[in-house]
T-cell receptor, first 112, second 113 residues
Framework: GDSVTQMEGPVTLSEEAFLTINCTYT??????LFWYVQYPGEGLQLLLK?????DKGSNKGFEATYRKETTSFHLEKGSVQVSDSAVYFC???????????FGSGTQLTVLP | NAGVTQTPKFQVLKTGQSMTLQCAQD?????MSWYRQDPGMGLRLIHY???????DQGEVPNGYNVSRSTTEDFPLRLLSAAPSQTSVYFC????????????FGEGSWLTVV
C-alpha cells in the first residue's frame, strides 16, 4: 500500500537558517503530493502541493519539488522565521481516491 | 466563508459512553472523510464517503460509525468510547478528481477517561 516516510523531528533552528524536511513516498500509479502545516492548537492547512513529476509547489517562501526518480518531495525554505514554528506533514493522494496518506509529522521550532 | 466546520472542539467522555462528532462543509464537495491524529503517527483515515449515501472504511474504522445522508454533513459516531479513542479528530472534504485540495476542519480534541 501507499506510505510516506518523513524526517524524524523535532527540528530546532535559529531564525534565518535554511530548512530542509525530507519526505519520501511509496505509491502505486502517479500520486499527488502535499505538505500540510499545523500551528499549535489549530487544524491542518495546505502549505503547497504538486500533482505531477517535476512540478514545484511553493507558498510563503516554502518550496518542494516532485521528484519521481527518487520518489521524494522534500520541503525547503531559505530563511525561516519564528512564526514558522509548527508541525509539518508530508502526504500523498493516489488514484481516484481522495484520501490522504500522511507521514508522521516533523515538529519545527525556530528560535529568535 | 465557513469551509469545514467541526463540533464540538473539546469533549471529555467516560468509558462506554457514546457520542457524535459533527462535520459540515459548505463547498458542495463530494468527498468527505474522518482522520484521527495520534502523537508520532501522523493522521490515519477512519472512514470516508464519495457522495451522499455512500461510505467506506479507512485504515482504523473499528469502534466508529458514519453516515452521509446529505452532501453537506458527515457525522462520526463513537459507539462505546474507550481510552484508546483519546485523540484529535479531523474532518476533511474535497472535490472529486486527482490533485484537488483537501480541506480540513479545525479538529475535535476528545479525551476518554
Amino acid at each position: 500500500g501507499d506510505s510516506v516516510t518523513q524526517m524524524e523531528g523535532p527540528v530546532t533552528l535559529s531564525e534565518e537558517a535554511f530548512l530542509t524536511i525530507n519526505c519520501t513516498y511509496t505509491a502505486t500509479g502517479y500520486p499527488s503530493l502535499f505538505w500540510y502545516v499545523q500551528y499549535p492548537g489549530e487544524g491542518l492547512q495546505l502549505l503547497l502541493k504538486a500533482t505531477k513529476a517535476d512540478d514545484k509547489g511553493s507558498n510563503k517562501g516554502f518550496e518542494a519539488t516532485y521528484r519521481k526518480e527518487t520518489t521524494s518531495f522534500h520541503l525547503e525554505k531559505g530563511s525561516v522565521q519564528v512564526s514558522d514554528s509548527a508541525v509539518y506533514f508530508c502526504a500523498l493522494s493516489s488514484g481516484s481516491a481522495r484520501q490522504l496518506t500522511f507521514g508522521s509529522g516533523t515538529q519545527l521550532t525556530v528560535l529568535p | 466563508n465557513a469551509g469545514v466546520t467541526q463540533t464540538p472542539k473539546f469533549q471529555v467522555l467516560k468509558t462506554g459512553q457514546s457520542m457524535t462528532l459533527q462535520c459540515a462543509q459548505d463547498m458542495n464537495h463530494e468527498y468527505m472523510s474522518w482522520y484521527r491524529q495520534d502523537p508520532g503517527m501522523g493522521l490515519r483515515l477512519i472512514h470516508y464517503s464519495v457522495g451522499a449515501g455512500i461510505t467506506d472504511q479507512g485504515e482504523v474504522p473499528n469502534g466508529y460509525n458514519v453516515s452521509r445522508s446529505t452532501t453537506e454533513d458527515f457525522p462520526l459516531r463513537l459507539l462505546s468510547a474507550a481510552p484508546s479513542q483519546t485523540s484529535v479528530y479531523f474532518c476533511a472534504s474535497s472535490l472529486s478528481g486527482p490533485g484537488n485540495t483537501i480541506y480540513f476542519g479545525e479538529g475535535s480534541w476528545l479525551t476518554v477517561v
